[in-house]
């Protein structure tokens, strides 16, 4: 048996974001475990419509920039939001997305939406990286009235960077909104204990809202933020084998099978570590995660 047992040589952990296609399977999972689309919808259906209030006023046309798209389901939520403050003005909706499985999943959702008829949308299959590299070797500066980057800021080389650019591109009344992590969610707790035994492979770091602030108060940026309570019930994740919460724990640590590569005493402390209250509660005999976000955003 020991023979056995000892030629299963453990495979060494990797980023999940090597495999993108299982970063999307939990990303799914998370989905459904989590508010955090339904949260999100909260804010851009009744606070959104306020924050962009004098940004598309007298315009005939209002330039919209997503960095990171997705699969577009907020996305449609932020165009929606617009069009009903700016009623029949022309949308201009142009997407950046690495993922081509994400960009094909944005555009059926697109094709089964009606109302869209006076929305334009482009997709870039690039990173935002890749996508100022571009507009900088084309010569190009288009002006935009709102640039968001809900959820991706995680996956930029040189955060300070990226931000600054992307402010550089907004119109005089525009804003610029991102919507990550909050420093005071269950995240933050894992990530700033355990952050330094996972494999990023430099593909992506843990950045929170508190990061964020630190950056713009640097670069003298003005900004507001706002809490997004939500959360994540991860019980799934304490029975062994289970295949949503190995699923769960692989998008927790944005780690490659986690569960199989970790070594023991990790999984050991990292399962440990999401039930306490630093990450989570107990609800009725559930494992409930704080899920919670802050929206920052920014004034030209």
Request: hydrophobic share 40%; glycine share 6%.
């Amino acid at each position: 048996m020991a023979l056995a047992h000892g030629s299963i040589m453990a495979s060494p952990m990797r980023s999940l974001l090597t495999d993108l296609s299982r970063y999307v399977r939990c990303f799914h999972v998370f989905l459904a475990k989590s508010t955090e689309h339904q949260t999100m919808k909260q804010f851009v259906e009744q606070q959104l419509p306020g924050l962009l209030a004098s940004t598309g006023s007298g315009k005939s046309a209002f330039n919209i920039l997503s960095v990171g798209g997705g699969a577009g389901e907020i996305d449609l939520q932020i165009i929606s939001a617009v069009q009903a403050s700016y009623p029949g003005v022309a949308i201009n909706n142009e997407v950046i997305e690495p993922s081509a499985d994400q960009i094909l999943k944005y555009k059926e959702r697109v094709a089964a939406t009606s109302n869209l008829d006076n929305v334009k949308f482009t997709w870039h299959e690039e990173t935002a990286n890749e996508y100022e590299s571009r507009m900088k070797a084309e010569k190009k500066s288009q002006k935009w009235d709102f640039i968001h980057m809900i959820q991706m800021l995680y996956y930029v080389k040189d955060i300070p960077a990226i931000i600054r650019y992307f402010h550089s591109l907004l119109a005089a009344q525009a804003k610029l909104l991102i919507i990550l992590v909050s420093e005071t969610s269950g995240w933050e707790t894992l990530w700033r204990k355990y952050g330094s035994s996972f494999p990023t492979d430099d593909l992506c770091t843990y950045v929170s809202s508190a990061n964020i602030k630190g950056i713009l108060d640097s670069v003298g940026l003005k900004y507001k933020v706002y809490e997004l309570p939500s959360h994540m019930d991860i019980t799934c994740c304490f029975t062994e084998g289970d295949n949503d919460g190995e699923l769960l724990l692989d998008f927790l640590t944005e780690t490659y099978e986690f569960s199989k590569t970790a070594p023991p005493e990790l999984k050991h402390q990292v399962l440990e570590e999401l039930r306490k209250p630093g990450c989570s509660e107990n609800r009725n005999g559930k494992v409930i995660f704080n899920n919670s976000m802050s929206v920052i955003m920014i004034e030209p």
